[in-house]
Nanobody, 125 residues
Framework: VQLQASGGGLVQPGGSLRLSCVGS????????RAWFRQAPGKEREGVSC????????YYSDFVEGRFTVSRDNAKNTVFLQMNSLKPEDTAIYYC???????????????????WGQGTQVTVSS
């Protein structure tokens, strides 16, 4: 399985970005697709996850309804639409292929076998 994330960039507070993650590999259909992020000096944290079979979605609490995860199975692509961005959303965003996803104590957790290379999101005026 290979994953390629794109769509990051510089945006002003309150702005929007849409991240994409294109995947390839015969076993990819069996995985859930997750997004993580890592800000400078901080640990990586789960952002969102989508189930390939029933389109169930999962979000960490800090998303607060601002982000939407979706997927196009025909193109093996997952999207993360991010609206109302805040400076604290600044991070490198990674996509992953995950065996499972769960929200525990408001935090998305996932067991991920494959990772994309990351795309930088900077929210600044």
């Amino acid at each position: 399985v290979q994953l390629q994330a794109s769509g990051g960039g510089l945006v002003q507070p309150g702005g929007s970005l849409r991240l994409s993650c294109v995947g390839s590999g015969a076993s990819l259909e069996y995985y859930k697709r997750a997004w993580f992020r890592q800000a400078p000096g901080k640990e990586r944290e789960g952002v969102s996850c989508i189930d390939s079979r029933d389109n169930s979605t999962y979000y960490s609490d800090f998303v607060e309804g601002r982000f939407t995860v979706s997927r196009d199975n025909a193109k093996n692509t997952v999207f993360l639409q991010m609206n109302s961005l805040k400076p604290e959303d600044t991070a490198i965003y990674y996509c992953a292929a995950s065996r499972w996803c769960v929200v525990s104590a408001g935090t998305l957790r996932a067991h991920s076998d494959y990772w994309g290379q990351g795309t930088q999101v900077t929210v600044s005026s």
